[in-house]
């Protein structure tokens, strides 16, 4: 039986960026498939009850900077909690991976979501920028111009927009959420038991 996990996720969630490795290694010991979906996280917010960070109140912010730092030094990531371009849109990043996805393959989207995510949240990196969005897609090997066009086509857009719309009919209220048959799992702190979900199919 195959193994596919739907990975609904958005380049600027640091807690996406947290388990992207480990979910990428996770699939390939399992031979399991990962379908990428950036979405639109505030969309998704917006009716699942969530709210925005800057609307959440200042305790919760301030633990989740003590959390995020925790888990950077558990799994050795390099990570600055509070980086220099953060709240920051991440249309433009979502719809870069998607047209990776789209031209390259799901292994190029995967490890230019990767490289962005790092660009963000270890290098001080604006992913809301075209021009740095290009220089990091061509620092992963790719043809980061040539991404960056295909990226603001309409198609990419309706694919933004129908990722979301997943998400939302699949009731996800947060990310990074992966799916493995029919089965949620939300955020990164979740994967061992989305590891032992694909070492029972």
Do not use: C
């Not at 193994?3 to 979910?23: Q, V």
């Not at 699939?27 to 639109?40: D, L, Q, T």
């Not at 990091?136 to 719309?165: C, H, P």
């Not at 009919?169 to 089965?183: I, K, L, S």
């Amino acid at each position: 039986m195959s193994k596919t996990i739907d990975y609904f996720f958005s380049p600027s969630s640091p807690w996406a960026y947290l388990g992207h490795a480990r979910l990428v290694e996770m699939a390939k010991r399992h031979g399991a498939h990962i379908e990428p979906k950036p979405i639109a996280l505030g969309r998704v917010l917006s009716v699942s009850g969530g709210l925005p960070l800057s609307e959440r109140a200042p305790q919760r912010q301030a633990y989740r900077l003590r959390e995020m730092a925790r888990w950077a030094q558990f799994l050795a990531i390099p990570l600055n909690v509070q980086p220099k371009f953060f709240p920051v849109p991440p249309d433009a990043a979502a719809r870069l991976i998607i047209a990776t996805r789209t031209s390259l393959g799901v292994g190029a989207s995967l490890e230019l979501a990767g490289a962005l995510m790092q660009a963000m949240w270890a290098d001080e990196r604006n992913i809301a920028d075209a021009d740095a969005l290009a220089q990091i897609a061509t620092g992963a090997g790719f043809d980061g111009r040539m991404l960056v066009k295909s990226s603001e086509t309409a198609g990419v857009q309706e694919q933004y927009e129908r990722n979301t719309e997943a998400a939302m009919a699949a009731n996800v209220f947060g990310a990074p959420w992966y799916v493995v048959d029919g089965e949620p799992f939300w955020g990164q702190d979740r994967l061992d038991f989305v590891e032992r979900a694909l070492a029972q199919k």
